[in-house]
């Protein structure tokens, strides 16, 4: 039994690796796997492979990018993480000869991947450095193949980035440790490092690029001229332990050591992963992912399972209530933010401008919305496409019928692995203006948006809503935004300009739309018209009124039986 158990249980704890991680990836932080594939478009093909490796570290950001397009399923992203961390643990083990304490460098590539400006081909430009490490040593006894290895250096350079120093620092280090061609192997891979660096050097002055770019790598990091602490330190781990498994104490360990050596490494694990994880970005990327895919009712009961705060969360949940038609009844419900909690102002960060963009889109500002999609794909700050962004610009192309720009935006997604079928049958649509007249999303869309293209401050949105509504009463979002607006402005005498507009057109009067009104009678000391507020609303208003003349002004507390009202929100927000 205990030699079944010596035999097997590596293999066990790689495949319980495999099990947590994907559970991770996929139960508690799908959201992340979303955001990163947005970012990125990987075009099928022999052109985008030859762009990919024109570059040093190629051929580590075309397989990380080609494995980051399995996240527009967030199932397969996190079987595929769950196979890279079980790969890269087995690895490792063979590497440093540790079954337990290999298990560090995974934890650590874990923990950095919180930061959601890490790009996978970091952990793919780790997992071949250490394959290339097991391929040295196993190779170590041969000086004519340890030749071999030493000049292609630079090659590995090419191939995989920065992360080459790795397979060099291995070399230097701890293969002199062995007695077999000690001071050969000491020599070759101290020779190795300096074809690596001297690479390093050379490219920096050959290549386009800043010359601190060839040292913290191209893929590796979203945001270029940053280099992570941990891209240092998990390298040096690995150099690290596999110095350490040379020792002739850490050879001849008991199963009872490294029983204790899985407990504390599990432990670290449970401590350290979710610190990488900031909850309020995985909050926001949460939002994000579940106003891309339409999911309206969901954001609605994150919301009222947690209040959201944030400008990107509040706006999130208020284009929720308003796609749902329960703007005006709910809204304050839930924190506000002001206007920002409407359309947050316009920044030039790749993340926000994407959610203020569908906010534009849905209302039926589709010029505006294909602006956003621009802006957000330019922000990138590593320069990528976006097969997010790409998508928006063909769909807000083809409802402007601009079809020849529209069939080029499709015509590159049909390169794609995941967006290839939605483009073929956008393809069907171009010049078909019944078809498209009949789509549930573009017809609308059409039928809504400004026919005449024009430019607007962010001061006067609520004007640019008005004219939508005009435009088509059918449009409601616009219409509850107009509403919304000198609401959350707390501008009741503008809101009490646009409330008959909207009221002679359509059938509107929701409860915060008769709180209003009350509002706006009561600060003429008159009653509401019974026509426009309910005996129910009148009532709570008369209480809520009777509370605030008691004191309330001086002591809010006394009105949080309010709390859900517009009312509570004009007196207690000033």
Not at 17 to 39: D, H, I, P, S, T
Not at 436 to 449: E, K, M, N, S, T
Not at 470 to 477: D, E, R, S, T
Request: proline fraction near 5%.
């Amino acid at each position: 039994m205990n030699r079944l158990l010596s035999k097997h249980w590596p293999l066990a704890l790689t495949l319980l690796l495999g099990v947590a991680a994907g559970l991770f990836w996929a139960v508690g932080y799908y959201q992340v796997l979303a955001y990163q594939e947005q970012f990125q478009l990987f075009l099928l093909g022999g052109d985008y492979f030859s762009q990919c490796l024109s570059q040093p570290g190629g051929l580590a950001r075309w397989l990380g990018e080609f494995l980051v397009q399995f996240y527009n399923n967030y199932i397969f992203g996190a079987i595929v993480l769950a196979l890279l961390y079980m790969l890269i643990h087995v690895v490792s083990s063979r590497v440093t000869g540790f079954k337990v304490l290999s298990l560090i460098p995974v934890l650590l590539l874990w923990y950095v991947m919180g930061d959601e400006n890490v790009l996978l081909p970091f952990g793919v430009a780790l997992f071949l450095a250490l394959l290339a490490c097991w391929g040295v040593k196993a190779l170590g006894r041969s000086r004519w193949a340890m030749a071999v290895v030493v000049l292609a250096m630079p090659l590995l350079y090419w191939l995989i980035g920065p992360m080459a120093l790795l397979v060099a620092l291995y070399m230097a280090v701890a293969l002199p440790l062995s007695k077999e061609h000690r001071f050969f192997n000491l020599g070759a891979g101290l020779l190795a490092l300096a074809l690596v660096v001297s690479t390093m050097v050379a490219c920096s002055h050959c290549l386009p690029y800043p010359p601190e770019r060839m040292f913290y790598g191209l893929s590796y990091y979203r945001v270029p001229m940053v280099l992570p602490v941990l891209f240092v330190i998990i390298p040096l781990v690995v150099v690290l332990l596999s110095a350490l498994s040379r020792l002739p104490f850490c050879q001849s360990a008991s199963l009872r050591v490294q029983a204790l050596a899985l407990a504390g490494v599990v432990v670290l694990g449970i401590v350290l992963v979710p610190r990488g994880f900031d909850a309020k970005r995985c909050e926001l990327m949460d939002y994000d992912y579940l106003v891309r895919t339409g999911q309206w009712q969901a954001i609605i009961a994150k919301a009222e399972r947690q209040m959201p705060d944030l400008p990107m969360s509040v706006s999130a949940t208020n284009l929720a209530l308003a796609m749902e038609n329960q703007l005006g009844e709910r809204a304050f419900q839930f924190y506000q933010r002001g206007t920002q909690g409407l359309l947050p102002s316009f920044e030039r960060n790749f993340a926000t401008t994407q959610l203020l963009g569908e906010i534009y889109f849905r209302m039926g500002m589709v010029n505006t919305a294909q602006r956003l999609a621009f802006e957000a794909m330019e922000a990138l700050p590593n320069y990528a496409k976006s097969a997010r962004a790409v998508r928006r610009l063909a769909e807000t192309n083809l409802i402007n019928g601009q079809y020849d720009v529209a069939r080029k935006y499709l015509k590159m997604l049909e390169k794609t692995l995941f967006y290839a079928k939605w483009a073929r049958q956008m393809m069907q649509l171009l010049g078909d203006e019944a078809k498209i007249d009949a789509h549930p999303l573009y017809g609308y869309l059409r039928r809504v948006r400004l026919q005449e293209d024009f430019l607007f401050s962010e001061r006067e949105t609520d004007r640019m809503c008005g004219q939508l509504f005009l435009h088509n009463q059918q449009n409601q979002v616009a219409m509850q935004y107009l509403l919304m607006w000198p609401l959350l402005n707390r501008d009741i005498n503008t809101f009490m300009q646009y409330v008959p507009v909207v009221q002679q057109r359509v059938q509107y009067n929701p409860r915060h739309v008769q709180e209003a009104i009350c509002y706006a009678f009561g600060q003429r000391q008159q009653r509401p018209p019974r026509e426009l507020v309910g005996d129910v609303v009148a009532q709570h208003f008369m209480q809520f009124a009777n509370a605030f003349n008691r004191g309330g002004r001086q002591n809010p507390s006394q009105l949080q039986s309010f709390k859900n009202t517009l009312w509570y929100y004009l007196v207690n927000s000033q």
